[in-house]
């Protein structure tokens, strides 16, 4: 980039091959030969709370008055218009600004020769605020992962040692009763390894869509059967069909996942009948695509949650659980192509619809 301060707003020329500096989403600053700042773009005016006039054509070490995390001077430590003149910059890391802002800094050492004398300085700098998200976000992640795994481990534990110390002393329908539930919660550990590993490929783009026919409604009436069966009153669903249903190309266990997270929530955390629809849709595409809706008689979800409902650790009012369920229901509708929304139902409760495209067959290697 040919920086010089005639141009734009920030310093660097308003046309010419590039990107204009205000429109990168980085802060940049560019020192000239003497040390003199050049180029002070809109983003390194908004991180740094100082506007481009006051910055431009001042010397650098005063615009950027940066202290390591020790408040050590940033400039005087790494010497860039001194020192080795085979450097050719400085990799990210955590500096702070006046009043102890945290900011991450990077330089690039420009030079006409190897070994020459520094020509351009270019900073370029980034809030942390997003990371510093992140970091809340995984140190949430372990904490509530170790939660849940201390309560079923410890059952677990507990009913082995003592089956194991003191097996002649119980009857058989004892032992029957405490290996029911360390199987219980094995299944429970299971599943929460699984919630991560989905989160994981979540977060990461890489999660996998098999794509196979799916019978959405066959599907629909297995988790229903599959709750009827644990004891709920087979008149607390309706199954509202609307025909003829596009052919649904879409991962099977995957769709399975989604529709047992959304109707273990509706029997678990709303109230009355469950109602369950499915009806040919068109997608925001404009594509052939599949509806589905899953309401309850209950409270509902509160106006100002629904925006949170699919972040991770989302729970309601007595909602137990890790509150990773729909963060990766969202996930999985969304690698395919679909998209899923939740609003109040005409009962009062909650209403989550998701639509899918008609999708594509799998490639076949």
Sequence with gaps: ??????????????????????????GLVVADARGLVVCFNAAAARITATPPARALGRPLEQVLPLEDLEGRRWWRLTDPYGGLAIRTGQPERNLLLPGGREVLVSARYVRARPAGPLQRLVVSLRGTEARRRTERSHAELIATV???LRSPLTSVKGFTATLLAKWERFTDDQKRLMLETVEADADRVTRLIAELLDISRIDSGR?????????????????????????????????????????????????????????????????????????????KAGDEGTAVTVSDEGPGIPEE?????????????????????????????EAHGGAITVGRSPAGGAEFRFTLPVGTPAVLA
């Design 305 to 333: 949650s629904m925006s949170r409902v699919f972040t991770r650790f989302w729970r309601g009012s007595k909602r137990g659980g890790t509150g990773l369920g729909l963060y990766i229901v969202k996930g999985i509708v």
């Design 146 to 148: 170790a939660h849940e």
């Design 207 to 283: 999660l996998e869509v098999r794509r196979r026919p799916v019978d959405l409604v066959a599907a629909v009436d297995r988790h229903v059967r599959a709750h009827i069966a644990a004891g709920q009153p087979q008149d607390r669903f309706v199954r509202r069909i609307t025909g003829p249903l596009p052919k649904l190309w879409a991962d099977p266990d995957k769709i399975d996942q989604v529709l047992g997270n959304l109707l273990e929530n509706a029997v678990r955390h709303g109230a009355g009948t469950v109602t369950i629809e499915v009806a040919p849709t068109r997608t």
């Design 1 to 26: 980039m040919d920086v010089r301060t005639s141009g734009g707003q920030g310093g660097a020329p308003a046309d010419g091959p590039g990107p204009h500096p205000d429109e990168l989403p980085d």
